[in-house]
């Protein structure tokens, strides 16, 4: 990207992008929640629609001028479908968490029951922490893990928390979960007890567009969010898809389910948001052309290829991981517990290192949140620049030699080696 308008500017900002250019060209990112992008879904993100407000919908605007805005929400809502193989998509979402929250009030009243899976077995913040505002708002009840070392949800537990409680909604989708999730489980469950499906697939919504993993519509379900980036490597936003008739925000709906996208899209607005960021909208358009590639199905399988075999080598050097290993791009691994080190002070020698992942709190952890037993790391990312099984075999090995023997010597080691494995592999300009 050309940043001479910013370096003419503002001298001090332009020294600070440049820096994390060149963090992010130098070292490995291991972070399962972010990717990179391609220049197109960067330009989109800089282009002239920066400029405009476009309040409402397609062809239901408060503000004129909306004939190339319309055109380009239309393109972004119409991918998304094809994508996911949804009937309806709100593509306003400005992040992972408003589109969650979108959808509860777009069903729910205030006091109203959602299950969800807990945060400390794997499930998100707005999942039902009891930290976040939501939390005040519904009432929460949430389901686990059966056994944190094979990972398997406890779905009787799951069906009788949900026959006692009646939950509105049931939720199914995690941040820090490594195996798969039995969609059909859930979706019979929410019907035994006459609630909303609803899937949070922020983590692997391009594993979904790549065929690697299932979509919970071909399941049953009603509801489905998603951020935009993480594995599905498009712009930081996010979308509610859902499955029912054609949404009218116009009309003011009943509770039901055929009303489901009115109902969506009236929470997201005016309920949730003003006016929609068109230049993000754009950049999802850019984004979801990309996943209906047919190469994005190759990148989508290395990822989870790339995510077992590095988690092989942890369970080789006698690591263990929540669940057992992955089947998905995530591995948390139990650092404290292995190698007696803690999460935190794990970060920070592989961030020294060259590569960047994060603490992560596991199942029945009993350290601290910000300083705790675990490590949370993943592969969409390091796949895009072109990485496969033997080079992230290699990236495991000085992991697990860092954590091994933490001091400077072997840091600097490392740092040289994931610098020449970043320069070999640089992130591609164009994924088309």
């Given at each position: 990207m050309d940043y001479s308008h910013i370096r003419n500017e503002d001298l001090d900002l332009y020294n600070l992008i440049e820096g994390e250019e060149k963090r992010q060209r130098e070292g490995l990112e291991l972070i399962p929640s972010e990717n990179y992008v391609s220049l197109a879904v960067r330009e989109a993100m800089s282009c002239a629609l920066t400029n405009k407000y476009s309040e409402g919908y397609p062809g239901k605007r408060y503000y004129g001028g909306q004939e190339y805005t319309d055109q380009i929400e239309t393109l972004a809502i119409e991918r998304a479908k094809k994508i996911f193989g949804a009937d309806h998509a709100n593509v306003q979402a400005l992040s992972g968490a408003a589109a969650n929250i979108g959808a509860y009030f777009a069903w729910l009243e205030p006091g109203d029951t959602i299950l969800g899976m807990d945060l400390a077995h794997g499930g998100h913040l707005t999942h039902g922490a009891p930290v976040t505002y939501m939390a005040k708002l519904f009432k929460f009840v949430r389901y686990g893990m059966k056994d944190p070392d094979t990972g398997e949800i406890d779905y009787d537990q799951l069906r009788e928390i949900a026959l006692k409680e009646r939950p509105k909604i049931i939720l199914g989708g995690f941040s820090g979960y490594s195996r798969s999730i039995d969609w059909k489980k859930?979706?019979?469950i929410a019907r035994e007890v006459d609630a909303v499906a609803m899937a949070d697939v922020a983590h692997i919504a391009g594993l979904i567009a790549g065929g690697v993993?299932?979509?919970?519509?071909?399941?049953?379900?009603n509801i489905v969010t998603t951020t935009t980036h993480?594995?599905?490597?498009?712009?930081?936003?996010?979308?509610?898809?859902?499955?029912?008739?054609?949404?009218?925000?116009?009309?003011?709906p009943e509770k039901t389910m055929e009303n489901l996208p009115t109902l969506i899209d009236r929470s997201v607005f005016p309920g949730l948001q003003g006016g929609p960021h068109m230049h993000q909208i754009a950049a999802k358009a850019v984004a979801f052309?990309?996943?209906?590639?047919?190469?994005?199905?190759?990148?989508a399988h290395q990822v989870v290829s790339n995510a077992k075999a590095m988690a092989e080598?942890?369970?080789?050097e006698g690591v263990r991981l929540i669940g057992g290993g992955t089947d998905n791009?995530?591995?948390?691994?139990?650092?404290?517990?292995?190698l007696d080190i803690s999460g935190g002070d794990a970060e920070t020698l592989l961030d020294a290192a060259g590569i960047t992942l994060n603490k992560n709190s596991i199942a029945g952890d009993t350290r601290k949140p910000f300083d705790p037993s675990g490590i949370r790391f993943g592969t969409p990312a390091i796949t895009t620049r072109g990485f496969k099984e033997e080079q992230v075999i290699e990236v495991a090995r000085i992991m697990i030699e860092v954590l091994k023997n933490k001091d400077d010597a072997t840091v600097a080691k490392a740092r040289a080696s994931i610098k020449e494995l970043a320069e070999a592999n640089p992130v591609p300009e164009s994924f088309i």
């Open positions: 859930i979706a019979e993993a299932e979509n919970p519509f071909d399941h049953g379900f993480k594995t599905l490597r498009g712009p930081r936003g996010a979308m509610i898809l859902s499955k029912g008739t054609v949404s009218n925000p116009l009309r003011a052309n990309e996943a209906l590639h047919p190469n994005f199905k190759t990148y080598v942890f369970k080789e791009h995530l591995i948390l691994a139990d650092v404290y517990g292995s």
